[in-house]
Nanobody, 121 residues
Framework: QVQLVESGGGLVQPGGSLRLSCAAS????????MGWYRQAPGKERELVAG???????NYVDSVKGRFTISRDNAKNTVYLQMNSLKPEDTAVYYC???????????????WGQGTQVTVSS
């Protein structure tokens, strides 16, 4: 079984920074795309940043220039560096990964448990 474990959320003042981490563990043959989503109260979950195996990245417009997604393949870990945080960035952030558990297995989608990010003075 595969698990995604997130860390790094918390309370930060506007203009501050946080770094989220998400480590994948378990039976892993290969990891395809990884990404971060967020869900604010009363809103739908949205893709914040995505990273493919070819290192292509994409960001929602509201975080471009402020957030950076990166990946450590040796550690099966994806990061989200968040700078210049704004109150509207407040949400639960979820890690997402497309993983093949064994060579002949289909690729499946996994989610982390979520980590709260609160931006407030």
């Amino acid at each position: 079984q595969v698990q995604l474990v997130e860390s790094g959320g918390g309370l930060v003042q506007p203009g501050g920074s946080l770094r989220l981490s998400c480590a994948a563990s378990g039976s892993i043959f290969s990891i395809n795309a990884m990404g971060w989503y967020r869900q604010a109260p009363g809103k739908e979950r949205e893709l914040v940043a995505g990273l493919t195996t070819g290192s292509s990245t994409n960001y929602v417009d509201s975080v471009k220039g402020r957030f950076t997604i990166s990946r450590d393949n040796a550690k099966n870990t994806v990061y989200l560096q968040m700078n210049s945080l704004k109150p509207e960035d407040t949400a639960v952030y979820y890690c997402n990964a497309r993983i093949r558990g064994a060579r002949w297995d289909p690729v499946q989608t996994y989610w982390g448990q979520g980590t709260q990010v609160t931006v407030s003075s």
